[in-house]
Every structure is written in structure tokens, then in C-alpha cells.
């Protein structure tokens, strides 16, 4: 039997829709019979002759989906996986789109990031012993054929040059796009993924990822690639298009950072900092200004080195994870150290530990994403209102699913906030974009002049306009403010989270992953979530749902879809409760990079009232953590219900 013929016969033994088979099967006839592809036949025949039928029609029945701003996913064979042909058709698109959007503008320029990452199979899913074209695939390697597409289609590229030791960081491309003044940035990044994958984000002119409908215009300009121009990396280079970044955009970035700065510096010793970039490139931005800012931080020395393989990382290298900072914190407790400070591997996002003691040292405690959204935001407020440094009109930007408590503060500082904007920091860097070139953002009026902060509930936080993504540079040296300005309080970041609290009210935020692997995984949660649509639930956890929000309704408030990428990212429910003085919202929507819905739930409180005693602060806040942990009990057993599924034992339960 040949290949074709054995491949018909095993992918008729899985259970997926057959037009899906069908795709995969015609797919993988592409790759094993034109010329293009005959790197790769050796694995190809290996996948076929050991059955690995799931596998292949995984990697075959679709091209891989180009997203709202580019492609993320394992490394592999296939037009389902990352590889150097899913990123040239991907940069092939991108030059299309380039010179429709810039007609008659020569020369166009891009500049182009890469994060550390390099496949080495860890997942074992291919055969070791024959020849395999991704196996020790870089991001570097990818922007490199990258450079070569870009060359062939009379772009140019700026690049870091071959044997630099330096990486350029998310947060350092959007500001480097700016200050070259760039058309458009490519970032080779899997951010906090498990090492076996990568990913491909673009940028526009403005050093921000696009929003709808520019980024619809991109995926169909990718969608309708037939052929890939291509020269050979070195081919490129001598062809003058590819021109390598020198330290002068990187002075530039981190100096920008530093001027971010809101207190004087530490003395010697004042204050104990421990940071870790988990093996990723937050010491080339971070790290660097930390130490210019006089904070002398203390390493992880296992974990400085930039590596793909993330191998001195326990869990993931994502400071969302606690577990992610457990060197760190045997670091912290031997320096007696006042905080603790993690980037992710392209060192957007940080992640943070705070002593619980003012003289610093163990216990620490967890800084989350939402409660490090709330601090930095009073913390930056407050410092601009004492030292008189506040704009008339100050502006505080946040997303539907970060904490209320957010709000809360901007208001109490009498800023215009925005807090309905959708997941993902390309709708933050619009604000601004439109706030510079209109004036105002819907009902919001001023200039980036105005702009204070931005944060999201995964731990990321941008508080400059000169950089248009999340940005750990400033996170971190704000965050590592805060903590030396409650040292000189006598005070500690834990105290101070308590005491924010109790002026806004307790906010619980809890982040509810439902997991729905593979092809039928997919169906579910489509039908999970139109379910939850149709017939949205009269109560969760007890709570009675005072109103409900489908950001899918053309009718609502964000109007007519922009594009099927609109239509995608709006796939959003929001229900919101009430019951007596507790408030609580719970959003739903699926994950755009991985194969979960996930439930953002929050619980809150009123703030402390004079006259209520300790007891019956405490009292306040059990509440609030009871009440949220039946709502996830609750609305998790809804979800599953609408696939006819119950919930894993203990799916439900939350981390405190």
C-alpha cells in the first residue's frame, strides 16, 4: 500500500468530521509529492509507516490560522505547525499588505525581533534519526529567513547582526519601529509557551500590533499567498536590504524607561531586589534598568543565561505562575530581600513575590497580575500628585476582564478611565493611537501627553506613550519603587495591597480555565459558548445575574464587526451579579492562543467603613472569597453542562 493510500485508510479510523480528513489527506498530498517539501518526506514516510494518524491530521487538515496579528503553535511539519514555510507565507502577506497600505513609498522598512527560543523536539514527536528541517530551529534562524522574504519583495529589514549576544525585547521592537521610523516589525516569539513552539507577531508604523479591520486586511493578504519570493539570508544581506541594529535604539529605549522614574533613587543597600528574566531577554531591558536606576539587583545565577529550553524554570518560564519564581525566592530569603521581580521569555509581562516583613525576607506572597495592575496605578497616580506632576486630564486605560479596583483609584484621582476594552494590549496602544490623532477616544478627551498607565490582568502594564505594547522595563522599576517607598514608610508592598483594599474595596479576581484539546475540543467550546449565548444562566454561585452582555450583538456598544478578526475577538460574554453589598462579574470568552475558554471571575466588596472593626473587615473578606469560589463552582458545572460534560474533580477549585 503507498503512502497515500495507507494515510486514506488510517485517517478514516479517526473520529473528526470527514470533510476535515479530507483536507489533511489532500494537504499532505502536497507535501510528500512537490519539490518544495521533499526536506521534510523523510519524517513524512516515518509518520505514515508508524501510524501517527491524530498527529498527522492535526498537522494537516487546516493552515495554521493567521490570527489577530500573526501565528503562534507548536514547531512541526506541516501547514498546521511553525515552520519556515508557515512564516514565509505569513511574511509574504505582510509585504502585500505593506505596499498597499505605503503605495509609492520606497524604500519600506521593517525591523524584526526574536525571542530565545530553539525546537529540539522535547515532546518526542518525531524520529531522532532521520534528517528533520525544524529540528534546532531558532527565532533567530526564523527572522533570518524572514529578512530573506522581506529582501525578495524589495523591503528592508533591520535586524540584530548574526553574532550578537544580544536579543531585542517585545516592549525595545515597538519602541525601535518608533525610532526608526519603520513601516511595520515582525517579533519571532512564543512568549511564555512551552519550549517546542514559536510564533509570529506584526507591528504597524506605529510600533503596535493592528486592530480591526487593519488586521483582517493582513490575515487576507496572507490568506490569498500562492507563491513565496525568497532569497537566502546571506543573498539578502549583500543585496543592501538587510541592515543590522546598532546600540543606538537601545540606549534610546532604555533611557526612555528611566525617565519613567517617580522617586529618588535607592542608597546603597536600601532597598534588596532580586530579578530573574527565567532564561529569557528581560535582562536586556528590565534588568538593565534597574541597575541603571542605582536598584543593584541580585540574580538567579541559574537562570540568567538566555535558553530556549528554559531548563533551570520549574513548571513554564510564565511569571503568571508562582511556581516559575521558586529559585528566585531561595534567592530572596538568603539576601533577606524586599522583592522579587520575573520576566517572561520576550519580557513583556513580570511577574512579582513582596516580603511580608518590613525589614525584608520570608514569607513572601504573590503578587498577582490584577492586584499589581491596582498598585502600580495608585502608586504612579499618587507619586504624579505630590511631586504636581499630573495632567490636567489624566488617563488610565484597563481591560473588561482587570480588576475593578483599577477604576476605583483612576476615579478617586480624577481620571478618565477606560476600563471595557477587550484582552490584548494592540486595543490599549489604539487608544492612544486615536487619542493622538483625533484628540479623544470615545467619550474620552486629550492627547498621549495625558496618558498615564495601562494594565491588564496578565501581568503586563505599559506607562509610556513612547512605546505602543506591554512593557516590563518600567513594570519592573516602578514595581521596584513602590517597594523602596514603603521600606521608607516603614511599610511592605503586602501592607500596601491591604491598605488598598481597604480604601477601594476587596476585589478576588480568579482566572477559570475550561480545557478543550483537539479537533472535537474546538466544536465544544463553539458550542459551549452560543449555549451560554441563547439562553444566559438567571443566577451563578447564588448571585442573581443583573444583566448580561453578548460583545458579539451588532445592536451593543462596539456596533457592526470589523472583519471575521473582530468577529473572532468579540466572541465575549459578560454576565454581571448582585447580592446585597457584594458585586461580581463573570467573563467568558476562548482563547486565542491555546485550547481552553477561559472564565475571568471577580467578586468585590465596598471599601472599609469607619466603624467596621478588624473582625469585621475580615469577615467582609471571607465573604468575598466564598462568594467567588461558588461562583466558579457553579458557573464551571453550567459551562460544562451545555456540551453534556461534568467537571473534573476539583477543576473547580481556586488557588486560595
Same mark, same amino acid.
Given at each position: 500500500m503507498d503512502l497515500l493510500a495507507?494515510?486514506?485508510?488510517?485517517?478514516?479510523?479517526?473520529?473528526?468530521?470527514?470533510?476535515?480528513?479530507?483536507?489533511?489527506?489532500?494537504?499532505?498530498?502536497?507535501?510528500?509529492?512537490?519539490?518544495?517539501?521533499?526536506?521534510?518526506?523523510?519524517?513524512?514516510? #516515518?509518520?505514515?509507516?508508524?501510524?501517527?494518524?491524530?498527529?498527522?491530521?492535526?498537522?494537516?487538515?487546516?493552515?495554521?490560522?493567521?490570527?489577530?496579528?500573526?501565528?503562534?503553535?507548536?514547531?512541526?511539519?506541516?501547514?498546521?505547525?511553525?515552520?519556515? #514555510?508557515?512564516?514565509?507565507?505569513?511574511? =509574504?502577506?505582510?509585504?502585500?499588505?505593506?505596499?498597499?497600505?505605503?503605495p509609492g513609498v520606497n524604500p519600506l522598512q521593517v525591523v524584526l525581533a526574536f525571542d530565545v527560543r530553539q525546537f529540539e523536539d522535547r515532546r518526542k514527536v518525531y524520529n531522532p534519526d532521520l534528517p528533520n528541517p525544524v529540528l534546532h530551529l531558532s527565532s533567530r534562524e526564523f527572522c533570518q529567513y524572514a529578512c530573506g522574504v522581506y529582501a525578495a519583495n524589495g523591503i528592508h529589514s533591520h535586524i540584530l547582526p548574526p553574532d550578537s549576544k544580544r536579543y531585542v525585547p517585545t516592549p525595545e521592537l515597538s519602541f525601535a519601529i518608533r525610532y526608526l521610523r519603520a513601516h511595520g516589525g515582525l517579533n519571532m516569539t512564543a512568549s511564555h509557551n512551552p519550549p517546542d513552539d514559536n510564533g509570529s507577531k506584526f507591528y504597524n508604523e506605529l510600533g503596535a500590533q493592528p486592530v480591526p479591520p487593519e488586521d483582517q486586511l493582513i490575515s487576507e493578504f496572507v490568506d490569498q499567498v500562492a507563491t513565496i519570493k525568497h532569497l537566502a539570508f546571506p543573498d539578502a544581506v549583500r543585496s543592501g536590504k538587510v541592515h543590522y541594529l546598532d546600540d543606538s535604539s537601545h540606549r534610546a529605549y532604555i533611557d526612555l524607561c528611566r525617565?519613567?522614574?517617580?522617586?529618588?533613587?535607592?542608597?546603597?543597600?536600601?532597598?534588596?531586589?532580586?530579578?530573574?528574566?527565567?532564561?529569557?531577554?528581560?535582562?536586556?531591558?528590565?534588568?538593565?534598568?534597574?541597575?541603571?536606576?542605582?536598584?543593584?539587583?541580585?540574580?538567579?545565577?541559574e537562570q540568567v543565561t538566555p535558553d530556549g529550553q528554559f531548563p533551570n524554570v520549574t513548571k513554564t518560564p510564565n511569571p503568571e505562575i508562582p511556581e516559575c519564581m521558586d529559585r528566585a525566592e531561595r534567592v530572596a530569603t538568603e539576601h533577606k530581600a524586599d522583592l522579587v521581580v520575573a520576566?517572561?521569555?520576550?519580557?513583556?509581562?513580570?511577574?512579582?513575590?513582596?516580603?511580608?516583613?518590613?525589614?525584608? %525576607?520570608?514569607?513572601?506572597?504573590?503578587?498577582?497580575? =490584577?492586584?499589581?495592575?491596582?498598585?502600580?496605578?495608585?502608586?504612579?497616580?499618587?507619586?504624579?500628585t505630590r511631586s504636581g506632576s499630573l495632567p490636567g486630564s489624566p488617563i488610565v486605560i484597563t481591560t473588561e476582564v482587570t480588576t475593578g479596583q483599577v477604576a476605583r483609584i483612576g476615579h478617586k484621582y480624577g481620571a478618565q478611565v477606560i476600563?471595557?476594552?477587550?484582552? %490584548?494590549?494592540?486595543?490599549?496602544?489604539?487608544?492612544?493611537?486615536?487619542?493622538?490623532?483625533?484628540? =479623544?477616544?470615545?467619550?474620552?478627551?486629550?492627547?498621549?501627553?495625558?496618558?498615564?498607565?495601562?494594565?491588564?490582568?496578565?501581568?503586563?502594564?505599559?506607562?509610556?506613550? %513612547?512605546?505602543?505594547?506591554?512593557?516590563?522595563?518600567?513594570?519592573?522599576?516602578?514595581?521596584?519603587?513602590?517597594?523602596?517607598h514603603q521600606k521608607r514608610r516603614g511599610s511592605t508592598l503586602v501592607e500596601y495591597l491591604d491598605d488598598l483594599n481597604r480604601m477601594f474595596g476587596y476585589y478576588r479576581n480568579e482566572l477559570l480555565n475550561i480545557v478543550m484539546t483537539g479537533l472535537e475540543g474546538k466544536v465544544n467550546m463553539a458550542r459551549m459558548l452560543d449555549s451560554l449565548r441563547s439562553a444566559p444562566p438567571a443566577a451563578i454561585g447564588g448571585m442573581p445575574v443583573v444583566a448580561f452582555e453578548d460583545l458579539r450583538n451588532e445592536s451593543g456598544r462596539l456596533g457592526p464587526f470589523r472583519g471575521a478578526t473582530d468577529a473572532a475577538a468579540r466572541n465575549f460574554l459578560i454576565f454581571r451579579l448582585a447580592q446585597g453589598d457584594y458585586s461580581a462579574k463573570v467573563c467568558l470568552r476562548p482563547s486565542g492562543t491555546e485550547p481552553k475558554a477561559k472564565a475571568y471571575l471577580e467578586v468585590s466588596?465596598?471599601?472599609?467603613?469607619?466603624?467596621?472593626?478588624?473582625?469585621?473587615?475580615?469577615?467582609?473578606?471571607?465573604?468575598?472569597?466564598?462568594?467567588?469560589?461558588?461562583?466558579?463552582?457553579?458557573?464551571?458545572?453550567?459551562?460544562?453542562?451545555?456540551? %453534556?460534560?461534568t467537571p473534573t474533580p476539583g477543576a473547580d477549585k481556586l488557588s486560595r
Open positions: 495507507a494515510a486514506r485508510a488510517g485517517f478514516a479510523t479517526i473520529d473528526a468530521d470527514a470533510a476535515l480528513k479530507d483536507r489533511a489527506l489532500a494537504n499532505l498530498t502536497t507535501w510528500l509529492t512537490h519539490p518544495d517539501f521533499a526536506a521534510y518526506r523523510p519524517q513524512l514516510e #516515518w509518520l505514515v509507516a508508524t501510524a501517527k494518524w491524530s498527529l498527522l491530521v492535526d498537522s494537516f487538515y487546516q493552515v495554521m490560522p493567521f490570527g489577530t496579528g500573526g501565528r503562534r503553535g507548536s514547531v512541526g511539519i506541516g501547514p498546521n505547525r511553525m515552520n519556515l #514555510w508557515t512564516l514565509g507565507a505569513s511574511v =509574504q502577506g505582510h509585504c502585500d499588505y505593506l505596499k498597499q497600505r505605503f525617565k519613567e522614574s517617580l522617586i529618588p533613587p535607592p542608597k546603597a543597600d536600601e532597598v534588596r531586589v532580586v530579578f530573574t528574566p527565567l532564561h529569557g531577554c528581560g535582562g536586556f531591558c528590565a534588568g538593565e534598568v534597574l541597575e541603571a536606576q542605582g536598584f543593584r539587583p541580585i540574580s538567579v545565577p520576566t517572561d521569555p520576550d519580557a513583556d509581562r513580570i511577574g512579582a513575590l513582596g516580603s511580608s516583613r518590613p525589614e525584608g %525576607g520570608a514569607p513572601y506572597r504573590f503578587i498577582t497580575g =490584577q492586584e499589581i495592575a491596582a498598585l502600580l496605578t495608585h502608586f504612579k497616580l499618587e507619586q504624579l476600563s471595557d476594552l477587550l484582552v %490584548g494590549f494592540k486595543y490599549h496602544a489604539d487608544v492612544i493611537a486615536q487619542l493622538e490623532a483625533n484628540g =479623544q477616544y470615545g467619550d474620552v478627551r486629550g492627547t498621549p501627553a495625558d496618558f498615564v498607565i495601562a494594565t491588564e490582568e496578565s501581568h503586563g502594564i505599559l506607562a509610556t506613550a %513612547g512605546i505602543r505594547d506591554k512593557d516590563s522595563a518600567c513594570a519592573v522599576l516602578l514595581l521596584a519603587e513602590a517597594a523602596l466588596s465596598a471599601p472599609w467603613r469607619p466603624g467596621v472593626t478588624a473582625d469585621g473587615w475580615s469577615a467582609n473578606c471571607a465573604a468575598v472569597d466564598r462568594l467567588v469560589q461558588s461562583v466558579a463552582t457553579d458557573f464551571l458545572g453550567l459551562a460544562m453542562a451545555t456540551v %453534556g460534560q
